[in-house]
């Protein structure tokens, strides 16, 4: 089926070790996001993506790494996974600027031992 | 002040109830605003846009009031099946051109038989 996708959708892993979560969508949508959340503070912005190879950094990016090399996927890097890195993580695309509507991916739970 | 602000409730309410959440946003330069809704331990969709003075979907009606800088959503004759959490969502800038979407904490409805 056409959408976006994430994979694994539950992941547990211990402290230091790099972890990656994937991301795909089948839309060819421009713009690509990674957000976490956590009680209390809602959404927040890792990365996002305007096109392949363009990445920009958001709220949160510290510790993550993402590449774009192209337009479907979008994989997101905890180099040395950390317990604070441990959230729900949603991969989002949209069609056009990030300014409108985002099409929001299922979320995978990660848990740092 | 925070960028976007919602009061976390819950809220709770017998079914056929009329329900009101509010939400209040610093970004004078934003001009769509966005409701999103989010089913527990689910990835947030899209429930209203709102353009202008305000949208009519149904059973759902957003109002924006630019000079207070709020949005509120309505949602009339509360049904079991809306019970969620209703993220606000802002973009940073104007949505023409801006590449990231504000999103709130949340408000959650819980609606009672």
């Known amino acids: 089926d056409a959408g976006i996708t994430q994979s694994p959708r539950y992941k547990i892993t211990e402290t230091g070790r790099q972890v990656t979560l994937m991301c795909h969508q089948t839309?060819?949508?421009?713009?690509m996001f990674w957000y976490r959340q956590d009680l209390g503070h809602g959404l927040r912005l890792i990365y996002y993506s305007a096109a392949a190879d363009i990445t920009d950094k958001g709220e949160v990016p510290d510790g993550y790494v993402v590449s774009r090399s192209k337009t479907e996927n979008f994989p997101l890097t905890l180099e040395s996974a950390t317990r604070s890195q441990t959230s729900v993580y949603f991969c989002?695309?949209?069609?056009?600027?990030?300014?409108?509507?985002?099409?929001f991916g299922p979320g995978t739970r990660l848990t740092v031992t | 002040r925070k960028e976007v602000e919602q009061d976390p409730g819950p809220f709770n309410v017998p079914e056929g109830a009329t329900v009101a959440f509010n939400c209040t946003y610093s970004?004078?330069?934003?001009?769509?605003f966005f409701w999103y809704r989010q089913d527990c331990r689910k990835e947030p969709k899209l429930l209203m846009s709102?353009?202008?003075s305000g949208n009519e979907d149904g059973r759902f009606t957003a109002q924006l009031n630019r000079a207070s800088q709020y949005i509120s959503l309505l949602i009339r004759d509360s049904k079991l099946s809306d019970s969620a959490t209703y993220l606000c969502v802002v973009p940073e800038g104007p949505s023409y051109n801006t590449d990231k979407l504000i999103f709130g904490t949340g408000t959650r409805l819980q609606v009672f038989p």
């Open positions: 709102v353009y202008s």
């Open positions: 989002a695309s949209s069609e056009t600027t990030g300014g409108w509507e985002q099409y």
């Open positions: 839309w060819s949508h421009s713009y």
């Open positions: 970004n004078s330069a934003s001009q769509s």
